[in-house]
């Protein structure tokens, strides 16, 4: 009997630690399970994290941001970068002239001392066709006053040769001695008439023959001049001459030449003689015997206000070349020989690119490489954005934390 019951309590003890082992275990597998998705929900806020950082790293490396408004502000232009025809050119320097016909030197008509009114005897003065420009005065003069000498000349021999007319036909007079006097009114006439109603106080004025400005002026107030002596020259500066001085090495493409761009050095502009209505005159078949230069002559209208006898920048333009990538001198940025443009990314964005040069006329640049059709291309406000480069560049996002 006292066996049985030992047994009985064997038994219960084991059953009673069977039923807690178990309870346990399932306590610590809810906990388990609990853990792992508290560290799951952690992986997935850390995943959250770094997909935000890299949505905000998606900028270009070397990206600069020049905000829409400021492009706005400064006038900021692009261009559509598209092949195109582009020609060939040789740059050289010349100088630019006057056309032939559009000039008129003013000479003294009587002697005398030059003496100046009102208008401004300087290079640039406008003058009108007949206007006086100066007088000549010879009263003081030991040959007296030349107006009063040619009127009184004139009025002689007017009256010799009336009356001589009279005589020759009743054989009077000789027709040797008639054709004499003829001979001296008609000198005398031509005297008088080039100074008629030019007599002014001061002496006899010298009238400019057309429109234009006065230059080259040879005399000054107290000068003493001659009949015939140059006086100043009368520019019209309608038309004018462009001579380029090419190298004799250039000779074999000058047949090719059609037009020109130049650009002088007092405004920087790039004049282009497709704008102006110019025209090549002719190319030199030889050089000059004292230079290593052939003349190539244009004309054209001055529509701007170049300055005849300037020396200018020549962009000689010859064949033609197709699918040219080019983008405008002003596109450029210059950086210790090396060039560089910036292209449009977004509306805010732009990235700065470097490029290899070719052919230049003056207003547009061959693109060699660096850039790609459809690239747009800042072309006026390029300085701008490189000056913001150096404050805000976006360096390449990187992960490491």
């Known amino acids: 009997m006292k066996k049985i019951y030992i047994l009985w309590v064997l038994c219960a003890y084991i059953f009673a630690g069977c039923a807690g082992n178990s309870k346990s275990a399932g306590h610590d597998e809810h906990e388990g399970h609990e853990h792992s998705h508290e560290h799951e929900a952690h992986d997935h806020e850390h995943e959250g994290h770094d997909h935000e950082h890299e949505n905000e790293g998606e900028h270009t490396p070397g990206e600069v941001i020049f905000k829409k408004a400021l492009a706005e502000a400064i006038g900021l232009e692009t261009k559509d970068l598209q092949p195109a025809p582009f020609t060939n050119v040789i740059k050289t320097s010349g100088r630019i002239m006057a056309a032939q016909g559009d000039e008129s030197v003013v000479v003294a008509t009587v002697p005398g001392i030059v003496t100046l009114g009102s208008?401004?005897?300087?290079?640039?003065?406008?003058?009108?066709?007949?206007?006086?420009?100066?007088?000549?005065?010879?009263?003081?003069?030991?040959?007296?006053?030349?107006?009063?000498?040619?009127?009184?000349?004139?009025?002689?021999?007017?009256?010799?040769?009336?009356?001589?007319?009279?005589?020759?036909?009743?054989?009077?007079?000789?027709?040797?001695?008639?054709?004499?006097?003829?001979l001296n009114y008609e000198n005398a006439k031509v005297a008088y008439e080039a100074i008629a109603g030019k007599q002014t106080a001061n002496g006899v004025s010298v009238v400019s023959p057309i429109n234009g400005y006065l230059k080259n002026i040879q005399v000054k107030e107290g000068d003493y001049v001659s009949v015939g002596q140059p006086i100043a020259t009368i520019a019209q500066n309608n038309r004018l001459v462009l001579r380029a001085e090419v190298s004799e090495k250039y000779y074999s493409e000058l047949p090719m030449v059609?037009?020109?761009?130049?650009?002088?050095?007092?405004?920087?502009?790039?004049?282009?003689?497709?704008?102006?209505?110019?025209?090549?005159?002719?190319?030199?078949?030889?050089?000059?015997?004292?230079?290593?230069?052939?003349?190539?002559?244009?004309?054209?209208?001055?529509?701007?206000?170049?300055?005849?006898?300037?020396?200018?920048?020549?962009?000689?333009?010859?064949?033609?070349?197709?699918?040219?990538?080019?983008?405008?001198v002003s596109a450029l940025i210059e950086e210790q020989g090396v060039y560089s443009v910036f292209v449009r990314?977004?509306?805010?964005?732009?990235?700065?690119?470097?490029?290899?040069?070719?052919?230049?006329?003056?207003?547009?640049?061959?693109?060699?490489?660096?850039?790609?059709?459809?690239?747009?291309?800042?072309?006026?406000?390029?300085?701008?954005?490189?000056?913001a480069s150096a404050s805000n560049a976006i360096p390449a996002h990187s992960h490491s934390h």
Do not use: C, W
């Open 345 to 387: 990314l977004d509306e805010d964005g732009y990235l700065k690119k470097t490029v290899t040069l070719g052919a230049n006329n003056g207003s547009e640049v061959q693109i060699l490489s660096g850039l790609q059709a459809g690239d747009h291309v800042v072309t006026k406000g390029a300085y701008q954005i490189k000056l």
């Open 119 to 182: 208008l401004p005897f300087i290079d640039g003065t406008a003058v009108r066709k007949g206007q006086a420009i100066l007088s000549l005065a010879s009263s003081g003069l030991s040959d007296g006053n030349v107006a009063a000498k040619a009127k009184y000349a004139y009025e002689t021999s007017k009256k010799e040769y009336e009356r001589m007319q009279q005589l020759v036909g009743d054989k009077i007079v000789s027709a040797k001695d008639f054709e004499q006097a003829r």
């Open 258 to 328: 059609k037009s020109a761009n130049f650009r002088t050095p007092y405004d920087n502009m790039t004049y282009k003689l497709s704008d102006l209505h110019g025209r090549l005159l002719s190319y030199g078949k030889s050089s000059d015997a004292n230079t290593f230069y052939v003349p190539v002559t244009f004309e054209f209208d001055n529509k701007g206000a170049v300055i005849p006898g300037s020396f200018v920048e020549i962009y000689l333009l010859s064949s033609v070349i197709e699918d040219v990538l080019s983008v405008p």
